[in-house]
């Protein structure tokens, strides 16, 4: 099949978060087992300040109607091996910029004008290129109006550019809602400005061109495909997800087992296997020294997250207590809400023999984490999919995560399954969170059973391949 993508972030050009991994893992992926797969990606000044980069070739010029004006805009395109192709929409008064989406302050305010551009311009590069293709992929609210304009765009040209459109929600918070004057940059007619168009509560919701014109609505794992349809995680667009109900499906994410892999990892200076733990240990150590923290056996407790609301940092922030008297260690890798940096600090400075902190993105430090903790932990308030849990156990590291989204998925409970249980699976709320720091000392203790959760975790298989075949046959079943 003829597959073409399009997203704001790709590992390993641009990340901010899980969104660029699974991106990264499905384009090679769908690759590797023989279809011939396109990427479009913003141009963003880390992509055009890359090595690679140097290497793409100028392909065409665009003219993107933007409300009253027509912008500029080129698209360069650089093969990354066999039937992968990425390309890029270059225009960098909106997309060379050292972030993605804004300051720490706040959001760039003409995001509206920036992914609206996008999508309008994948839409014309994909016809003048003359690429048809059998599958339009487009991931979460930047590519939210892709299908919508697609569309437009062939009635208008007579021609065909996708057979079948699918749209991802990685994650139904962010949802690229923007004041009513924005619709005008859409060059829609009206009636699209409605309630079963992209209207939301008198602003425009980019995400809504995706859940209501794509053919086909895709979410990171089966429970969250479920809760989104409840109003506790809906955010709002639960009606509009239930219009759609019949045509919403839920895979969940694969991790890059290549990436992720112990044994091999160039992130880490030691390297283990199932078999041979002993790397391991001697990565806890690299880990806390590199940290300032004592070296010593006690228990390590490591988290890699944005810091913002939906990871469950407060949650986390009340149980300082618990950190403070119980012998054991945190270990936190993460940035974002200054509210939560601070506190942080604050904590570090506090216990700086028990609390080790790293306010920064380090993709690096970030395999350390994971290889040099003994428990991890993801108190999620929801979670989509989440990935840190998988790699945590292909790194044998017990997951601590709250029962919600892909975290439900991919844990298995060690209390509701004591045989092949590989995390500790609690409900997010203070009590649940303490019940579940306080299994995790005890289960520390017992070395033995210990040992189990580990393998248990060690042994699954959470590769991109089983995935992959899961969205072949979804693709292959629309077309
Ligand atoms: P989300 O996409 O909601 O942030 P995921 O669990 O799907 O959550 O993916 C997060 C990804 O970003 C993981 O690969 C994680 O390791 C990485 N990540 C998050 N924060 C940092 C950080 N501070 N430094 C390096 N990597 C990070
Ligand atoms: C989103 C979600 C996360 C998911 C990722 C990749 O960022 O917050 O749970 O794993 O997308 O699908």
Redesign the pocket.
Known sequence: MKVVHAASEMFPFVKT???A?VCGSLFKSLASVGHEVSFFLPGYRKILESKEFEKAKLKVVLQVELGEQYLRGEVWELSLGRRQTLYIIRRDEFFDRTNLYGTRERDYDDNDRRYIYFCKAVVQAMRLLGIKADILHCHDWQAGLLPLFLRMEEQANSISLALKTFFSI??LAFQGLFPQPSFELTNLPDEFNAIDGLEFYKQISMIKGGIFFADKIMTVSQNYAREILTPRFGCGLEGALKVREDDLVGIANGIDTEVWNPKTDPCLPFHYSAKDLSGKAKCKAALLEKLGLPVDASPVFGM???LTE?KGLDLLLRQLNFFAKEDCKLVL???GDPDYEKALKRWAKAHPNKVGLSI????A??HLVEAGSDFFLMPSIFEP????QM?SQRYGTVPLVSGVGGLKDTVIDIVEDPESGTGIVFEPNDVAFRGALRAALKLFADKKRMAKVIANGMGRDFSWKRVTAEYEALYRDSI
């Open positions: 978060g899980g969104l991994d990685h994650n890699v997250c944005r939906q890798l993460g940035k920064q993105l380090d993709e430090m970030s999919c989440g990935l840190n790699y």
